[in-house]
C-alpha cells in the first residue's frame, strides 16, 4: 500500500456546544458585539490567579445551535508585553490551565483601522485554528468613503469574512449565519507559538500592506472631520484649557443640576421617618428602623443623583471617543513625574473606584509605571468620597453663584478633585525617583474617530452605576449601620447621665478614645466614630454620622437632617480639616485587598495605607491650624 493511499486523520466531530472566543485591539467594538450576542445571559468571573476579569456568555443562532461565547482582553499581537495580552496569548493558544482552547476564533476588526488590526488576525491564522473575521463598523468606514472589498480579503487571508455593526440591532446577523455555515465543527488542537515567532513582525507588516493594498480604497475617505476636530482638541494651548472647562463644567453640574432630585429623595426619606415615629411606640425597634437605618443608609442615599451626573459626563466623554485624547494632552504633564499618558485611563477610572482603576493598570507594560500607578490610583476622588464632600459643602459653604454663572459650591468641589489629582502626581514624581527611574516612555496609543455617544451604552452605564452604589447602601452600608447603631446603643446611659446615651455605649467610648488621636486635627468624639466604618467604604462615614448624630439628637431636633445638625455643631475649622482629611483618606479594604493581588505582596498595601494615612493626617493638621489662625473657631 502506497503513502497514497494513507488517509490523512480526520480530527473528531464535536459533540459538546462550541466555544467562539471573541478577540481584537482595543476599541475595536469586541465587546459590543459580545454584549449584542449574548444579552444579558453573561457570567463574569475572574481568570485563576490573578484579577483579570473574565466574560462568558452564551446564545442561540436563528438556525436554532447554541453557542458559548468568551470575550477576550483587547491585545495587538499575541508577543504579549502586558497581563491582558499574555491571558489572550494562552487562552487561544490552549497554555491556560483550565481553560480549552476555542473551537472557532472570531476575529473583530476596526473597519476603519485594518492596517493596525490585521497583524493580529495573521498571527491567529498561523495557530491553525477555524476562524471568522468580523468587518466590525463598516457602517462608519462606508460613510467616510472607505471602501473595503470582503470577498478578496476573504480570498486573501481564506477564512469568511462578514461584516457587523455591533452597536445596532441586527448588526451580528452575518456573523450568526457564518457561525451556522462552519457546523459541524471538528476538535483541532492549536499550533505552537513558534509558528507565530517563525515569522518577524516585519514580514508581516508586509502582508499587511500588500493585502491591504488589493482589498482597501481609502482614496474617497471623507473621515477629516476627526483630524480637523483634532486640530482645536489637541492644540498645545487650547487642548488643555478645553479639557480643563470641559472639568470644571462637570463639577458645577454636579451640584447644580442634583438639587431637585436630591431634595426628593431626602423627602422621601424624611417622609418615611416620620411615619414610622408616629406609627411605632418608642422602643429599640424603632430606633434601629429610624436612627439606625434610616439615618444612616438614607443619608448616604441622597448622593445618588450626583454620582450618577458625574458619571453620565464620564461615560458621554468615553464614548464620544474624547478619553484617549485626554491622555495624549496629559502625557507631556504626567511625562513631568516619570508616567506616561497612558496612566491617565487607569486614574481615570479610579474617579468611579479605585478598584477597577488599580485593575486598568494592568494594560501599562514598564512594571515600575505599573506599580506607581497602583499606588497613587486611591489618590484620585473616587465617587465614594462624593457623598462626604457634598454634605460638608453644602453645610459649610454658602449656595450662591459668583459672577453671575460659578457656583461658588461646584467650584469647592472642582478644587478638591483638583487637589486629589495634584497630590497623586506629585506621590508619582516622588515615588519615581526613589525607585531610581526618572525615564520616560513614549506614549503609543489608537486614537478613535468621534462619534455621538449611543443612547443604549449610557443607559447600560448608568444602570450599572445605579445597581452597583444601590447595592453597597443595601448591602455593606446597611450591614454597618445595624452593627454601628447596636455599638452605640449599648450598654446605655447610667442614671442622671448628663449626655446622650451613645456617650456612654461602647461605640462612644471608642470615638473618645479615638478624640485623644484626631483632637489635634479639630475631629470631635462623633467624627471618630464615623471614621472607622469609613475604612470599609468612605461613603459610609455619611451613613454613619447620620447615625451617630440621629442618636445624640432629642425631641424636635430629630426631625433635622444631617446637614444643619453638623452645620450647627462643627465649626469650620473642623469642617475644612475633614475635607483635608478625606482628599488623602487611607483607603478601603477592598480596594487594598485589590493591590495585594494585584502586586502579589502585602507590602504594596501596608506602603499604600500608611502613606495615605501620614499624608490625610498632615493635611488635616495645616488645614485645621491655619484655618484656626485666619478664621478662628
Keep these: 500500500m502506497g503513502a497514497a493511499d494513507i488517509a490523512a486523520p480526520v480530527a473528531p466531530v464535536l459533540t459538546t456546544t462550541p466555544m467562539v472566543a471573541l478577540l481584537g485591539n482595543p476599541n475595536c467594538g469586541k465587546t459590543a458585539l459580545f454584549n449584542r450576542l449574548t444579552g444579558a445571559r453573561q457570567k463574569v468571573a475572574n481568570y485563576a ?159 499587511v500592506r500588500r493585502i491591504l493594498a488589493l482589498v482597501s480604497s481609502d482614496a474617497h475617505d471623507t473621515g477629516n472631520l476627526t483630524e480637523k476636530i483634532d486640530n482645536v482638541v489637541l492644540h498645545p494651548v487650547l487642548g488643555p484649557v478645553i479639557l480643563a472647562v470641559l472639568m470644571f463644567l462637570v463639577f458645577q453640574a454636579v451640584f447644580s443640576w442634583a438639587n431637585v432630585p436630591m431634595d426628593m429623595i431626602k423627602a422621601g426619606v424624611d417622609g418615611v421617618g416620620t411615619m414610622l415615629k408616629g406609627a411605632m411606640a418608642d422602643g429599640l425597634l424603632r430606633s434601629l428602623l429610624v436612627e439606625g437605618i434610616l439615618g444612616g443608609a438614607g443619608s448616604v442615599l441622597v448622593f445618588l443623583p450626583q454620582i450618577l451626573i458625574l458619571f453620565f459626563f464620564i461615560l458621554i466623554l468615553e464614548d464620544c471617543g474624547y478619553l484617549p485624547r485626554a491622555a495624549f494632552l496629559l502625557d507631556r504633564l504626567m511625562g513631568g513625574v516619570g508616567l506616561s499618558g497612558r496612566a491617565f485611563i487607569p486614574l481615570l477610572s479610579s474617579f468611579a473606584c479605585a478598584i477597577p482603576g488599580v485593575m486598568a493598570a494592568r494594560t501599562i507594560q514598564n ?24 454634605l460638608i459643602i453644602a453645610a459649610f459653604i454658602p449656595d450662591r453663584e459668583l459672577y453671575g454663572f460659578m457656583s461658588l459650591q461646584g467650584l469647592v468641589l472642582f478644587v478638591l478633585y483638583f487637589a486629589g489629582i495634584a497630590s497623586a502626581m506629585a506621590v508619582a514624581y516622588v515615588m519615581k525617583r ?81 478624640e485623644y488621636v484626631f483632637a489635634p486635627i479639630g475631629f470631635n468624639w462623633q467624627i471618630c466614630i464615623a471614621l472607622v466604618p469609613g475604612l470599609a467604604a468612605r461613603e459610609v462615614a455619611v451613613g454613619a454620622l447620620g447615625t451617630v448624630y440621629a442618636l445624640s439628637q432629642s425631641g424636635e431636633e430629630l426631625a433635622q437632617s444631617l446637614t444643619p445638625i453638623i452645620a450647627s455643631s462643627w465649626t469650620l475649622p473642623t469642617a475644612l480639616s475633614l475635607l483635608a482629611w478625606y482628599v488623602f483618606a487611607p483607603q478601603c479594604m477592598s480596594t487594598l485587598s485589590v493591590v495585594r493581588r494585584e502586586t502579589n505582596s502585602i507590602r504594596y498595601p501596608l506602603m ?26
Design 367 to 390: 512594571p515600575r509605571d505599573r506599580l506607581v500607578t497602583i499606588m497613587i490610583a486611591p489618590l484620585m476622588t473616587c465617587s465614594a468620597r462624593l457623598p462626604v464632600y457634598a
Design 49 to 207: 490567579g490573578v484579577t483579570i476579569e473574565r466574560k462568558e456568555g452564551a446564545f442561540q443562532s436563528p438556525a436554532g445551535n447554541g453557542f458559548r461565547v468568551l470575550d477576550l482582553p483587547g491585545a495587538y499581537s499575541l508577543s504579549a508585553h502586558t497581563p491582558d495580552e499574555a491571558i489572550t496569548r494562552d487562552v487561544v493558544a490552549g497554555l491556560r490551565a483550565g481553560e480549552q482552547s476555542p473551537d472557532v476564533v472570531v476575529c473583530v476588526v476596526n473597519a476603519t483601522n485594518l492596517r493596525l488590526n490585521l497583524r493580529l488576525v495573521l498571527e491567529i491564522k498561523r495557530l491553525g485554528l477555524p476562524m471568522i473575521l468580523a468587518l466590525n463598523m463598516v457602517d462608519v468606514a462606508k460613510k467616510r468613503g472607505i471602501e473595503i472589498d470582503a470577498d478578496r480579503l476573504a480570498q486573501e487571508l481564506g477564512m469568511p469574512v462578514v461584516e457587523t455593526v455591533a452597536v445596532q440591532a441586527g448588526g451580528e446577523k452575518s456573523l450568526l449565519r457564518a457561525l451556522d455555515a462552519m457546523l459541524p465543527l471538528r476538535a483541532v488542537k492549536p499550533q505552537p507559538l513558534s509558528a507565530i515567532d517563525a515569522v518577524g513582525v516585519e514580514e508581516t507588516q508586509r502582508e
Design 434 to 514: 526613589a525607585m531610581g527611574s526618572n525615564h520616560k516612555h513614549p506614549l503609543m496609543l489608537e486614537l478613535p474617530a468621534y462619534h455621538w455617544p449611543h443612547l443604549q451604552n449610557l443607559a447600560l452605564g448608568l444602570w450599572e452605576r445605579c445597581k452597583i452604589f444601590l447595592s453597597r447602601v443595601g448591602t455593606i452600608i446597611l450591614t454597618l449601620m445595624v452593627l454601628l447603631w447596636f455599638l452605640s446603643s449599648f450598654p446605655g446611659a447610667p442614671e442622671g447621665a448628663a449626655h446622650p446615651a451613645i456617650y456612654y455605649s461602647m461605640a462612644g467610648i471608642l470615638g473618645r478614645g479615638l
Design 608 to 633: 499604600m495605607a500608611g502613606y495615605m494615612f501620614a499624608l490625610a493626617y498632615t493635611a488635616s493638621f495645616l488645614t485645621y491650624r491655619i484655618s484656626l489662625f485666619f478664621i478662628g473657631g
